[in-house]
């Protein structure tokens, strides 16, 4: 079957640096995405990969093992508003995308 | 350039009943996705229409359909409505030029089956 597994919930402080991680199965393979969901409001695309490795985008980096079915998302210097659920997905070969339940990250001061 | 527009934003019906949903996606997008989303559960994909043709569809029976019109605007129809259908409902629309565009969300509709 296919199946993506990421934490439930994870706290961490403001100004420290976080990471998310995600496994997937997916039947074929063709990248995977995570999305950022604000509380009561509609899920934004935050980074894609496809490749082996690190994709760095200002203070949100993601990266990908193929062989190993892991992702990360790497969110640095945190700031209050990066309180959010992050959502974790795989595309498989018929490019649907297989969706974890999402990861809730809890800010601290 | 507007984003995906969905309406109603908010639904409360009754078991038994039937409800559609609407979902306008970006100007210039062919595709539109309709997810069900619910706490812990995560995203669980219903089906997807490109061109008003149904591309994909997820485990989901029969009474939930969906189908699309020529100007790629998207209705999600659910029969027999269950307590269990009360969720988040959201579509998401992408160009499809490349098979792994990017999906962008609508607001989503939040259904209560009472």
């Known amino acids: 079957g296919q199946n993506i597994d990421q934490p439930t919930e994870m706290t961490a402080t403001e100004g420290a640096i976080v990471q998310i991680n995600c496994t997937y199965q997916?039947?074929?393979?063709?990248?995977l995405f995570w999305y950022q969901q604000h509380a009561g409001e509609a899920p934004t695309f935050l980074s894609y990969?496809?490749l082996d490795g690190l994709e760095e985008k200002g203070r949100f980096s993601s990266f990908l093992s193929r062989s190993k079915g892991y992702s990360y998302l790497l969110l640095k210097e945190l700031q209050m508003k990066d309180s959010a659920s992050y959502l974790c997905a795989g595309m498989d070969s018929n490019y649907q995308l297989i969706w974890g339940a999402g990861t809730k990250l809890i800010i601290k001061p | 350039k507007a984003g995906v527009t969905q309406t109603p934003r908010y639904l409360i019906k009754t078991r038994g009943q039937q409800v559609t949903l609407s979902c306008s996606p970006i100007?210039?997008?062919?595709?539109v996705s309709w997810y069900q989303q619910t706490p812990g559960q995560g995203l669980q994909f219903l089906f997807e229409y490109f061109s008003e043709t149904q591309r994909n569809k997820g485990n989901f029976p029969g009474r939930f359909s969906g189908r699309q019109f020529s100007n790629s605007r998207s209705e999600m129809n659910v029969s027999t409505l269950e307590l269990g259908d009360s969720a988040l409902y959201l579509c998401a629309s992408s160009l499809r030029e490349g098979e792994t565009d990017t999906q962008y969300f609508g607001p989503g509709t939040r259904l209560t089956v009472l």
């Open positions: 997916t039947s074929g393979f063709n990248g």
């Open positions: 100007s210039g997008h062919r595709s």
């Open positions: 990969n496809v």
